[in-house]
Every structure is written in structure tokens, then in C-alpha cells.
């Protein structure tokens, strides 16, 4: 199991480091997690990423500077931001996950194919268990995972 996860950790980075804008992980998966849930306030945010809502702010503020995220008032609740991706946000965000989507299904192609709808099976109900959100409809490739 750790090695499985010291290949995924590895697609995570390579895909990062091709990257002309420099984006850490964390950054990133802000960025993922923003794709995935449009118009979250901070305090959602931190709490979807597990973390305090300072440290949530100081990345915001790094994605804010780097034109990759928007923050617009609520207008339910105009003492409420709500966060969002910028079009260059979304293009990185896109860019990225098919890089990794590529190099993974590069991976799956190699597990002898009596093997890759288990693989498959047991990758989603792994990420089910961490609360890893569906992609979106149209984030979904062609070989259906």
C-alpha cells in the first residue's frame, strides 16, 4: 500500500513541477477543492482541507496574488466571501489533472486486465472513505474512471 502511494505522490508531483506558474501542493489542492466546490467561504474551505481557517487565509492570499482564485461577497449574506476559481485557476487546475490522468492510466494500462476493474473499484471506494469528492461530469475521461 505504500508503495501504491509513494507512485501516486509521485504523479502529484511530476505534474506539479511541469508547471510554468509555481504552485505547491497545498495551493493545489486548494485549487482542486475550490473546482469541486464553487462559492465555499473560508471556514467551509478550511474544513474541507483540515485545516485552521489562518492557514486557509494565507493561502488564499498567495492564489489571490497569483490571479488564480476570486473572492466575491456573498450576496445572501454580505458579511460572507465566498471563493472561487479565476478562468487561469481552472485552466491550471485542468491542465494538471490531465497530466495525472495520462500518467495514471499509462500505469493502469500496465496491470494485466483481468486486474484493472478491481484496481479501479478499489481506488474509488479508497477515495469514497477519505471523502474525496466525484470530479465534475465533464472532468471525467473517456475511459470512464
Not at 489571490?64 to 465566498?82: G, H
Amino acid at each position: 500500500m505504500l508503495r501504491a502511494s509513494r507512485v501516486l505522490v509521485a504523479v502529484s508531483v511530476r505534474s506539479l513541477s511541469a508547471l510554468d506558474d509555481a504552485v505547491t501542493p497545498t495551493q493545489f489542492r486548494t485549487l482542486v477543492v475550490l473546482d469541486g466546490h464553487d462559492g465555499v467561504n473560508l471556514n467551509q474551505l478550511a474544513d474541507i482541507l483540515g485545516v485552521n481557517a489562518s492557514t486557509a487565509m494565507r493561502t488564499i492570499d498567495r492564489l489571490l496574488a497569483a490571479d488564480l482564485v476570486t473572492r466575491t461577497e456573498n450576496p445572501a449574506n454580505r458579511r460572507q466571501v465566498l471563493l472561487g476559481l479565476t478562468k487561469q485557476g481552472a485552466r491550471l487546475v485542468a491542465r494538471v489533472t490531465s497530466r495525472r490522468r495520462k500518467e495514471i492510466a499509462r500505469i493502469v494500462a500496465a496491470v494485466p486486465e483481468r486486474q484493472r476493474g478491481p484496481l479501479v473499484a478499489a481506488l474509488r471506494a479508497f477515495a469514497d472513505a477519505a471523502g474525496e469528492p466525484d470530479p465534475r461530469p465533464d472532468a471525467v475521461s473517456v475511459l470512464g474512471w
